[in-house]
């Protein structure tokens, strides 16, 4: 089996048997995804967990880590920032402080169920509610347990109709949920539908997959994806530790097929709310060639609080960035307004505005 940079001990004892070939494959890793409370205890030799009322969190939200992500964490250290975005947590079903299922209400802004219009440009498909690993962080952790109504043809058949419709969108986002955990010929059938209508002129890919289960990205795929520019890729990177070989060799296959990779990264409490934790998850998406394109605030999503950030730390650490670190590196901080209102930037400083133009 082909080790993790920063494998430990007791996470390689889990997996010390299976062949470098099933590691290094989509398939298995997919497949042997950890999906109990009992099976993640032991991988983290951990019995609290299963003591604890994460039952309960996981009926609601339910549990998913690849094989892979499981492994880049510290097993023994609870502060871990890969364990902290994949292992549920009790305070996920305490509300005591507010938030909803749907601040962006989404659902409202579907025409036909899984197609998110919110812009007249550009529109977001939920092609998929499945995921390899289920961030604990997910602004859309709602639509986990969702079943789709019908059948997968007749639900993407309707969202393409829907689009074809519609000639205002430019630009379709392929979202879920993970895209790529769809199969190399379910993807090819959906990006051929959307080629086919003629003011659909870009897609864009938002995929977790380079990050927790880097082994999605293969020739195959590349081939397909190629074939269907242009095509804008998004992914979610959001500490320096999620950089592994195996990550940086997935966006380098990505970027080798003529398709620019970028970060949409998430403003997480204890996981990269500090200057030094940010800085070097920037420098090092930079030296990847991905490139910082958002950094949110973390949506007011029930069952998140605690990952919630106040935009007044999250403003100081992008004042520290902006004037410290390449402007290649460096993202734009935003907030997406509950009720639905779209992204609005969170700017750190400014000398100008409307009352005051004089910057002397
Ligand atoms: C974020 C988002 C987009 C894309 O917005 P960009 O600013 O272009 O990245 C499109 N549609 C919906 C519904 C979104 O939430
Ligand atoms: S991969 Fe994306 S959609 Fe899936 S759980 Fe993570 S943040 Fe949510």
Avoid at 159 to 172: G, L, N, Q, T, Y
Avoid at 332 to 346: C, E, S, T
Wanted: proline share 8%.
């Amino acid at each position: 089996m082909k080790a993790a940079s920063n494998f430990t001990e007791m996470i390689v004892q889990s997996w010390k048997n299976v062949a470098t070939e099933d590691w290094n494959s989509w398939k298995w890793q997919f497949a042997n995804r950890i999906r109990t409370l009992p099976a993640l205890a032991a991988t983290l030799n951990q019995r609290s967990l299963a003591n604890s009322n994460c039952s309960e969190v996981i009926h609601r939200y339910p549990v998913a880590v690849t094989p892979y992500y499981a492994s880049l964490m510290v097993a023994s250290d609870s502060h871990c920032p890969i364990r902290i975005q994949a292992v549920p947590d009790p305070r996920e079903i305490h509300y005591s402080l507010g938030g909803t299922a749907d601040p962006l209400a989404e659902e409202q802004h579907m025409e036909v169920p899984g197609l998110v219009h919110r812009y007249p440009d550009r529109c977001l498909v939920i092609v998929t509610n499945v995921c390899a690993t289920y961030c604990r962080h997910c602004n859309r952790k709602r639509i986990w347990k969702q079943k789709p109504a019908g059948d997968m043809k007749t639900y993407h058949r309707r969202i393409i109709d829907a689009i074809a419709a519609k000639p205002s969108i430019r630009e379709v986002i392929l979202s879920g949920g993970d895209p790529l955990t769809m199969s190399d010929r379910a993807i090819e059938s959906f990006l051929s539908a959307l080629r086919s209508i003629p003011h659909v002129e870009v897609v864009r890919i938002g995929s977790r997959t380079p990050v927790v289960m880097p082994m999605r990205i293969t020739k195959p795929l590349c081939a397909i994806l190629r074939k269907y520019r242009p095509l804008w890729f998004n992914t979610q990177f959001n500490h320096p530790r999620e950089i592994t070989p195996e990550s940086t060799k997935a966006c380098e296959m990505i970027l080798e097929t003529g398709i620019p990779v970028s970060s949409q990264t998430v403003l997480l409490r204890h996981i990269n709310d500090c200057y030094d934790v940010m800085r070097d998850l920037l420098y090092g998406l930079q030296r990847i060639a991905v490139r910082p394109y958002y950094l949110f605030q973390c949506d007011p999503v029930m069952g998140t609080d605690h990952f919630r950030t106040d935009i007044w730390a999250g403003m100081e650490i992008m004042e520290k960035l902006w004037s410290n670190v390449s402007g290649l590196c460096l993202p734009k901080y935003v907030l997406d307004v509950p009720g639905g209102k779209g992204k609005i930037p969170l700017q750190p400083f400014s000398l100008l505005n409307r009352e005051n133009t004089d910057p002397s």
